[in-house]
């Protein structure tokens, strides 16, 4: 691609370029859904859409794209107000990248990072993929269930690549690694800092001030207190005022009311919540919300009627749906992991019901363990085990 960006005489280009194969490159789809680099690429592109394609992307920040076209020296740069998806050609994404996210699937950490680590030093790597592999690797302790680590190095991250497209990410991810240590101050300071980021778009903000609620209401749940819970209740409905009518953030809407369901199971109304969460479940398709709505269902369900076996089951039936349906929806891990160790509990308390439930309560919690070790809901499951 390199030979392509020099400057030569106009007849040697076209003579380059009768004789050249079909260039290939990356693919950027607008906000009007345009396929740019190449105009006839689907969305999401197919295999042979990047044949053709004339851009060659650099970089993916907040400021945006920035992306090489051939026989033009210069970078050329597409704002994020413009940016809608972006596609990388295959055959440019480094083998290491490709590698080190496929061994973080089934937690080796160590393996991912060793791969990720040799794209970080690789001179070749374009600044996208810096970026993507560092991030990746400071994830990955987070998935090791050693949020300490994982702290320090999204930490590092952040201070390496401050525009990075993945920023709010790991901004999400520095302050699950703190709630974890206990740090509950500094993981709503995380939050807080997205306001402070020159260039980050709206949603992103938005999304913070979500995730600044959501971290009260778990503080509130874990010490119990019903004054707090309302105050976090009436944050909900505010952040539900300010995205109502803005079609963008609807998924967001629906896990503040989510959230919002969760303070009335806490606050004694299990009954209402119930409700509202089983309108909610007609009214989204999308899968993290999803898990999010059975979760709480089967909290709501159960707290409705704590004693009674019928109840139990249609409570255990909620959470289980959960990892059965939207365990692979990416954001639901909280969910998950809190459905798993419920459903653990539910198998326990209903061990009249098979011969075989008490075992599959220790299965339940052995798995959060294994599958969700940075969460809250880990913790609980070891000690479930150790019968705390």
């Known amino acids: 691609m390199g030979s392509l960006h020099r400057l030569v005489p106009f007849m040697f280009v076209l003579a380059g370029a009768l004789a050249a194969p079909a260039f290939a490159g990356d693919i950027v789809i607008n906000q009007q859904g345009k396929a740019l680099g190449n105009p006839k690429a689907g969305n999401p592109p197919s295999a042979e859409d990047f044949n053709g394609s004339q851009w060659e992307i650099s970089d993916w920040t907040l400021d945006g794209v920035t992306y090489r076209i051939p026989d033009v020296p210069q970078p050329q740069t597409l704002g994020a107000a413009s940016v809608k998806a972006v596609y990388f050609d295959p055959q440019s994404i480094p083998a290491d990248l490709s590698k080190g996210k496929l061994l973080a699937e089934p937690g080796n950490g160590a393996g991912a990072r060793e791969s990720l680590a040799r794209v970080q030093k690789d001179a070749e790597a374009m600044p996208w993929a810096k970026a993507e592999a560092a991030y990746r690797a400071a994830v990955t302790f987070l998935d090791d269930g050693n949020p300490g680590e994982a702290a320090n190095a999204l930490g590092a991250f952040k201070s390496s690549f401050p525009k990075s497209k993945w920023i709010s990410t790991a901004t999400e991810m520095r302050a699950r690694a703190l709630l974890a240590l206990g740090k509950i101050e500094d993981a709503k300071g995380e939050f807080s800092s997205l306001k402070k980021m020159a260039g980050v778009p709206e949603d992103v903000v938005i999304e913070g001030d979500y995730w600044l609620i959501w971290i009260d209401e778990q503080v509130a749940s874990n010490k119990g207190d019903p004054g707090v819970l309302t105050a976090v ?15 963008q953030f609807e998924s967001l809407m629906r896990r503040c009311q989510v959230g919002r369901a969760s303070c009335m199971i806490l606050t004694g109304k299990p009954d209402a919540a119930r409700d509202t969460l089983e309108k909610l479940s007609k009214e989204t398709k999308d899968e993290r919300t999803l898990a999010g709505i059975y979760n709480k269902l089967g909290t709501a369900t159960w707290r409705a009627a704590p004693t009674d076996k019928a ?58 363990v294994s599958t969700y070790p940075g969460t809250v809901w880990a913790q609980k499951s070891k000690e479930a085990l150790a019968g705390r």
């Open 233 to 247: 209740s009436k944050a909900y409905d505010d952040l539900i005022t300010r995205l109502q009518g803005k079609s």
């Open 311 to 368: 109840a139990m089951r249609a409570a255990l039936y909620h959470y289980l749906r959960v990892v059965t349906l939207y365990g692979e929806a990416a954001g639901a891990e909280d969910d998950c992991a809190e459905a798993m160790f419920h459903a653990g509990e539910l198998f326990r308390e209903l061990k009249d019901q098979g011969a075989d439930w008490p075992s599959r309560a220790r299965r339940e919690w052995s798995e959060v």
